[in-house]
């Protein structure tokens, strides 16, 4: 199946007008997975969002500290419960990891049911109740695939109008028929958490009686490019690290002519220098059957550094500089693939003198600015 992306949007609106929301959503990617919180601070308001922020961030923390799923929600619950009823901070929480071939996990604590939205159609997610922590909590578990996704809320949403337009609120069930009503009528599934939202405040009215919070997650196929940059700092290594590289799914770009040397005989295929680059700044660009695009190595990954904020329309047409960035700025994923081979020229003063950055230290940098823009990147040194 390979990589799956998951897109994730909210509607998100506070009980008051103007006021600050009791409910925080939170979300990170790793190599492995992509991992969604949704939090529900006790009231509403600035309280409630501090509450909530902090529950988020702890789970978070945790989660990047390299706790399990389980042990992370496993902490938080017991914080929950020691918390309840007194005046420190409460909140309730769900907490969703979907991992990069669609197996996904949801976990909730005092949280309404998740809607699941298949190719068609919509239904409400089983799940299973256990004691975690003297508290009762919910597990889902199901394998999601492109197109699917699921939709999340805080109570907000299911009470919405209660006691006033809906005598019990908005039940899941009735959410769940919404849903599907909207599917029938032409909804696009991408559009469904706004639909949802609205409707949730429509049915409250004027005044709104809680935060309302809707969360969307849907997968698609996600698109990988992989860069190998750099011999590997053994060369008996280069047939097992090539290998390794042509295995990976996705876009393959060789940065780099003695990278691109190895490659080309591993293949046993010809490296073949682009005679119609035009540019009289970027270094020329090469080709190797079966592979994407080949360039040259440290400068034209510092050239694609210091343009990638750059607004495209200044770009030279015919350049390896040009090529790279369209490869990469439409990627969800960017595996790095860098050999720690020693290279001789990157100590050699014109190097220093022009400002190129050594290929380890540029990498690290393009990954950064990579990752602010929303990408997830990993690096791995050979």
Known sequence: MGYIHVEIDIAQTPKKTGGICGDSVSSFRTPEATVILLVDGVGSGIKANIYANMACSRLEKLLESGFSLRR???????????????DMPYAVFSVVRILNNGEATILAYEMPEAIFIGRHSAAILPRRNFTLEREVISESNLFLEPGEGLLLFSDGITLAGIGGKTRLGWNINEICRFVNDSLVAGEKKKKLYQRIHQQARELWGTPCGDDCTVLSAFCRQGKVVNIFTGPPSQSGDDRKVIESFLALPGTRIVAGATTAQ??????????????????????????IEGIDLVTEGAVTL?????????????FEPDSSVTRFYDAIIDADRINFIVGAAKNAGHGDIAFRQQGIIPRQKIVELLAEKLTVEGRLIDIKIV
């Open 72 to 86: 992370a929600f496993s902490s938080l619950v017991k914080t929950m419960h020691e918390s309840r009823g007194s």
């Open 262 to 287: 190895i490659v080309a005989k591993h293949l046993g295929r010809e490296l073949k220098i682009n005679t119609a680059d035009t540019s009289m700044i970027a270094p020329p660009g090469y080709s």
């Open 302 to 314: 510092n050239q694609l550094y210091n343009i990638l904020d750059a607004d495209p329309i200044y």
